[in-house]
């Protein structure tokens, strides 16, 4: 059986506007990569973005001077905002990936124009969650040692540490997902060269373009490394998250210790970073004035892929009580309990509100096309995914096995600091691929022209 | 006119060779850089107070370690020796030796002497010399062929890799504990096999390379 949502666009909706041209969307793309002066828009949002850039430095120098006694972590709760937001951001990384590599999988048409936008939103959100267990090392200095490389010390990193999986997952993850990107974009850096008018653009964009001429050989090659890649990237993504769910599936911990983590935590991956891209295409398509490229269309499939994932997260919601109500653990039960109904609780209840009954408002087709609504739907999603993981994480080290150690934990100002800094880090890289690097790939947008003439 | 002649592709062909060099060199530097005696500081000998020579007092005289290092059976710290142990000879020979000056003036102001330590561990490691003279590892093992040091030097890296080289494989390390501060010990066809002693001496190689056995 199969249900299919009416969208309110006919059938044979175009996904890109009829007027644009082949000659014309490289034009409009490449011109905002070439214009001399940034518009004042682009210039507000990174100046922000720096400001809170500098926070995180701050931050950070505090944090490495003073150790992360800074921070609101202490016994029991030693885990807080850090690792917290490291599975937040790991998880938007990991949707932007979904979207550009699964969907390229499926050839959906929607995903030509978004792609790149989700790839420079996951290579700007992964340094914000490698960023974040460093941070949260005691010795930070000393992370190299995750690096299995010929050392003095004759120990090689811990297989069995969940830190390690970490690292090794996050190393693999954004070595490929760089490649990937680049693999995609080469294509486009070329175009940005032969339309570039100053020497300076052109022997930096033709350095970047690697000698693309656009021989046909030269496509055939890049299509089958891209098909490649993509192949391997979307599964690789699912067990990079499914690794973050198991960091908390393997701790014997009430509340951590159930099977059920590695799909919850993916999606919530799918959910969390799609709304993010969702966020960032109204961005570029106001900011850069691509109406026509990026249009009803794309949203309308991307709202759907938010609803199918916050059913699917509803789906894990569910599992989430069932477990301690069907198990026979009574720790299991009391921190459900402390969870639902403790310290948390404010938390809790919103980030179900936020993340899986007000997205059900994308059943509307209005809503799926209307962009202030999915707007505020997308940031409530986000913000309501971060108190997930908040509360994941700190519900359960707050209440753990032995009812005498239990404690609560308060963020200090440090805490948040980090997280407005990490945002910065964040928009920061984002305005400088938007500055700089092609933010919708010319290439696949203008097979999908392609396309719909022969529709 | 063509900004990139086909001489770039020279550049960039140079540039890829280049960064696949240097990623190698620094693989090697990593390997290299910490093994080299200026950072192990391996035969380096510290300027001491009063030149001591292992080499005349030990293989020469015949003195035990443990008349000096007195401590070494029973603490983790092997003990430098008083200025009144040094005196129990220099009362009477050499007396007026100039190089001895240190020595004599130590006694008369009741300061000890200050050596400059040799080995050096960080704090975070804890090394009990009592136990491993216990279990029969020679001075030697880790101080060399100290009785033949004009001027003591330093003989092992301390890497924590040297110390698990033998934590993990302690039965070539071993012998018999009447030879433990034996010098110039070797193992002879009648010795104990190294296995034989480690049953001996109740080594347990299973927990020995645990971290809290040297970081607590």
Known sequence: MSITLPSGLSPDAPVIAPHVTLTSVSEEVSSRVLIDRAPLWWWVGFGISFALLIVLVVQMAWLFINGIGVWGVDIPVAWGFAIAEYVWWIALASGGTIVSALFFLTRSPWRSATNRIAESMLLSAAPCAGLMPIMHLGRPGLFYWLFPYSNVMGVWPQPRSPLWWDFICLICYIIMSVFYYYTGILPDLATVRDLAQTKRKRILYGILALGWRGSAAEWQNQRVVYAIMSAIMAPMVVSVHSVVGLDFAAGLTPGWHDTQFSPYFYFGAIVSGTAVIVMLTILVRWGYNLQDVLTEYHFNAMAKLILVGSLMLMYAYVWESFGPMYGSGVAEKTEYYQRIFGFTSPAFWAEKVLTVVIPQLLWFPFVRRNQLLLLLICSGIIVGMWQERYVFVISSLAHNYMPSSWGVFYPTFWDWAALAGTIGLFLTLFFLFLRFAPIVSIAEVREIIEQEKSK | ?216
């Open chain 2, 1 to 216: 006119m063509a900004i990139f002649t086909p001489r770039a592709n020279l550049f960039m062909n140079a540039a890829l060779i280049g960064a696949v060099l240097l990623g190698a060199c620094l693989l090697l530097a990593i390997r290299v850089v910490p093994v080299i005696g200026y950072n192990t500081q391996e035969r380096f000998a510290p300027e001491q107070p009063i030149p001591f020579s292992h080499k005349h007092h030990v293989s020469g005289l015949g003195l035990d370690c443990r008349y000096c290092h007195t401590k070494v059976e029973t603490s983790s710290s092997a003990g430098m020796p008083s200025t009144a142990i040094c005196m129990t000879c220099h009362s009477q020979v050499w007396r007026n030796a100039a190089m001895l000056a240190p020595d004599r003036q130590s006694l008369a102001e009741n300061i000890p002497l200050r050596w400059n330590r040799v080995y050096t561990l960080p704090d975070y490691v804890f090394f009990d010399h009592s136990i491993h003279i216990a279990k029969g590892v020679g001075c030697t093992e880790c101080h060399g062929p100290i009785g033949d040091m004009d001027l003591t030097w330093k003989a092992r890296t301390l890497y924590m890799s040297w110390c698990l080289s033998c934590h993990r494989d302690p039965a070539p390390h071993l012998r018999p504990r009447d030879q433990v501060t034996t010098p110039d010990w070797r193992r002879t066809p009648s010795t104990p096999s190294g296995e034989a002693l480690m049953a001996d001496y109740h080594v347990h190689t299973e927990n020995l390379s645990d971290c809290g056995v040297c970081h607590r």
